[in-house]
């Protein structure tokens, strides 16, 4: 039997570093009792700061991986996780939140 709860982390790697923050980014994921009934606890580990890697954009892909493991409810999901983590940023996430955060303080 396992105790819980059950901890992980997995290195995310880019294939398009200009489309990923500075530095090694990291998913966490915390297994609950209930698991794959209910999703995992996730979280994003970084020694990044706050300029280098925005809490919008952290936010952003988290919801990202959230909604991923919504959709798998009941099933193992941590690929799932995974993928969308990297599609987030693969797909320009990062970058076009930058620019639109830029976009906004040229507004005003």
Not at 9 to 20: H, R, V
Not at 52 to 78: H, K, N, T, W, Y
Request: with cysteine; glycine share 4%.
């Amino acid at each position: 039997k396992y105790a819980h709860p059950i901890t992980y982390d997995i290195n995310l790697s880019p294939e398009t570093e200009e489309l990923w923050p500075p530095h090694e980014l990291r998913l966490s994921i915390k297994y609950p009792p209930l698991y794959p009934d209910v999703s995992p606890i996730v979280s994003l580990g970084h020694s990044m700061n706050v300029f280098e890697f925005p809490s919008v954009v952290e936010q952003s892909c988290l919801e990202a991986i959230r909604s991923s493991a919504q959709d798998e409810m009941g099933m193992p999901c941590v690929m799932g996780c995974v993928m969308a983590a990297l599609d987030f940023f693969e797909s320009g996430g990062m970058s076009s939140l930058l620019q639109e955060h830029q976009n906004k303080s040229l507004q005003s």
